[in-house]
């Protein structure tokens, strides 16, 4: 086996079995995608959700951690030098306003993946890898209901990008992927657990239009508070700045509260 190989089923079988020590990977619009920032590189994420409407009258739940609006800045950098096993880690500063998680706003995350036809001819792209991840603590707050402050989510990502057949265009990339959670801190409305669901997503680079435009389409599953349905569009001001605006339909909105607007600043540092 090939060194870069070697390292990848090592890193992969570490991030499967390890205790989660590294919130927010590199993305689709919501949920992760197999791509991962290039060795050297740091990525700044501004993140902002804004309630597209009041919240959700509902009863207290300890999983619903997005009643309000959300600012996420992070930072994630590449850290592998290699083709065929990229990996990235990251931190976050997670701030949601009224909400008891506010009392421990860092969280991490890592991500393994090995890009289309690298490992073998045709081959799809693989990821692996974990986000709001820390240790898990109880925490109450006056009346505040009792929540838990690490999610440490772990999944995993296939994808492949689909060519355009004769003189029609690409059809753009399809992922499909799983993901498995706390046991704690995603739960139902009866407080049942639901740690777990699919992951969907398809995008492309719209350069019918302009190199510089790309369409976004993600699922997320699970009777939980992060299950959604999530739309973006972004816009590459220059090579190493993006700018993405996007909406989340959330399919459980008395865990998650009522749908937000996404606006998300990519800056990469060097380009």
Excluded at 122 to 141: C, E, S, W
Excluded at 259 to 271: G, Y
Aim: charged share 15%.
């Amino acid at each position: 086996m090939k060194k870069p190989a070697c390292y990848l089923v090592s890193l992969l079988l570490v991030l499967a079995t390890g205790s989660p020590v590294w919130a927010r990977p590199t993305s689709i619009v919501w949920i992760p995608s197999v791509d991962v920032q290039p060795f050297k590189t740091m990525d700044l994420g501004i993140n902002n959700f804004f309630r597209a409407s009041g919240d959700v009258d509902a009863p207290p739940s300890p999983s619903a951690s997005r009643d309000s609006n959300t600012l996420d800045l992070g930072l994630t950098f590449g850290v592998l030098p290699f083709r065929m096993a990229q990996l990235e880690l990251g931190v976050d500063y997670l701030v949601i306003a009224n909400d008891p998680n506010d009392q421990h706003p860092w969280s991490g995350n890592a991500k393994l993946a090995a890009p289309e036809e690298e490992l073998f001819p045709y081959a799809p792209a693989l990821a692996v890898g974990i986000y709001n991840g820390r240790t898990a603590k109880d925490i109450v707050t006056g009346d505040a209901p009792k929540v838990t402050s690490g999610q440490n989510i772990v999944y995993g990502l296939v994808a492949k990008s689909v060519p355009g057949l004769g003189p029609l265009p690409a059809l753009g990339r399809l992922s499909v992927g799983y993901y498995r959670g706390s046991r704690r801190a995603l739960v139902d409305e009866q407080g049942r657990v639901r740690n777990h669901g699919v992951l969907l997503s398809w995008d492309r680079t719209l350069r019918e239009i302009s190199n510089n435009l790309w369409l976004g389409l993600d699922y997320m599953g699970g009777n939980n508070s992060n299950g959604s349905f999530n739309v973006g569009f972004s816009w590459a001001f220059a090579r190493n700045v993006t700018l993405l605006f996007g909406y989340d339909m959330y399919t459980h909105s008395s865990l998650a509260g009522s749908n937000t607007l996404t606006l998300q600043v990519d800056i990469k540092v060097p380009d």
